[in-house]
């Protein structure tokens, strides 16, 4: 854990055991966690929820370092299993997966873009690099004037080009799918009752940012409880960014905080789409991030990619001995 998200933890550190609670003791039906054990030490653990209609959000992968592919692997083998076993039973809402990971942390790299590689069809996987950044009501020195633009809620026709425009970007439609943005694709109070039911905060909305009714970017915000994933990615805004010769950083800033504003956030994490945007807009990246989709139905190269790795460490050697993991 770096120092940053140390001191976050430290200070939501009572929140945090709640939510947590919840999600691991519960037994809620949006929630899934596995663990890799040796000799009564947990030495991996992996963990997953349901965070949009149809897409379940894989996160909070850790392992002990000495142990960091033997372990993180078997709890990947775990819920390669679970995807597989569970993503044809219809109440299971399982028609996409996703990961968001750093692009410069090696073993999500190598795990995830491996498998992206492997299966080699951006319509089965894929891969889009986000900017990460973090904005607040403050920063807006324009007292939230957005000149000749507007700001309302999204509607079909905006996703049907915000649609268009990621498959040009990013060669296919995966993403749009994933994160559940497609047109007529927008209502999950559902979702949002089954984690009000667990005692959970998840709210979506979705914006778009017109001049002279042409779309300049759709904005997408994710409100959940502190630490529900621990980048705070359940949290945050989405930003996309359709006509970067139109818009400006002060524009973005102002329109962030009547946002924010309006739901009662003083500030929130922002992820920008396409990355490239961020650099254009001259607006302060302070890392990246690659979201990862995979439609488990076509998860056969998930598993062979991960289990060549995985027998190929027994090879190797690895803990006290080549053991498979205990049940959990």
Known sequence: IYPQKYAFIQKNREKLKQTYEKLYTGHPSIARH??????????GHMAMMRFYNSTWLIHHHAARTNYTYKAGLNVLDQIGRFITDSCRFSFMHMEYLVCFYRPENHFPQS?????????????????????????SCELSDIKNSLGDHCLGLADDDDLRELSSFCQHESGGKLMIGTL?????????????????????????????????????????????????NLSDLTNSITLFVLNQQELTR?????????????????QLPVLIYPEAAAETLKMPVEKRYVMWSLMPH?????????????RAGRRNGGMHDNRPPPPV
């Open 34 to 43: 596995f663990i890799f054990q040796d000799r009564g030490k947990i030495l």
């Open 111 to 135: 795990i995830f873009g491996g498998v992206c590689s492997s299966i080699g069809d951006p319509q089965k996987c894929s891969e889009a690099v986000f900017a990460y950044c973090h904005l």
């Open 298 to 310: 076509f998860s056969d190269g998930f598993h062979r990619y991960t289990n060549s790795i995985l």
């Open 250 to 266: 002060n524009l973005i800033y102002n329109a962030m905080a009547v946002l924010m504003k309006s739901l009662g956030q003083e």
């Open 180 to 228: 559940n943005l497609e047109p007529g694709d927008s209502d999950q109070r559902d979702l949002t009752e089954e984690f009000g039911k667990l005692g959970l905060k998840r709210e979506r909305r979705v914006y778009a940012l017109k001049r002279n009714d042409l779309l300049q970017a759709v904005i997408m915000v994710n409100l959940a409880d502190i630490g529900l």
